[in-house]
């Protein structure tokens, strides 16, 4: 991490990503954060991390198959609950962890139908 800003923060550019040799990102107290770019090369893709990137990748190719409207209910649904989410995030949560009952609440609580009655889970 760099503790101290550099003359392109100081001149009101915003870096993110990455830059360089760096890949640059900002936490939530705004405080810039890199780390070098090859961090993770040459570390061996262990089973558990490739089944993990299934899980997501899996979760945002059924986001993709969702209709305009089926992404809307989810977007209008944490919307009207002031969730501090997207909808996006709410179905790979859903997707990722498997959690009905919450999806079932969100549903109660804002009156937009997520799932198909049917549905047995992801």
């Given amino acids: 991490m760099l503790g101290k800003p550099d ?6 550019f915003s870096i993110t990503g990455d830059f360089g040799p760096y890949t640059w990102y900002t936490r939530a107290n705004g405080a810039k954060v890199a780390f070098p770019r090859n961090y993770l090369d040459g570390k061996e893709a262990t089973p558990a991390r490739v089944a993990q990137r299934d899980k997501w990748r899996a979760a945002a ?4 198959r969702l209709t305009s409207a089926e992404r809307a209910r989810w977007a209008n649904a944490v919307r009207k609950l002031s969730l501090p989410i997207t909808g996006y995030n709410l179905w790979v949560y859903w997707h990722v962890q498997k959690d009905d009952a919450t999806v079932h609440t969100i549903e109660n609580q804002s009156g937009f139908q997520l799932l198909p009655p049917s549905y047995e889970g992801p």
């Avoid at 003359?7 to 009101?12: E, K, P, R, S, V």
């Fill in 7 to 12: 003359l392109a923060m100081i001149a009101g």
């Fill in 61 to 64: 190719t059924d986001w993709n």
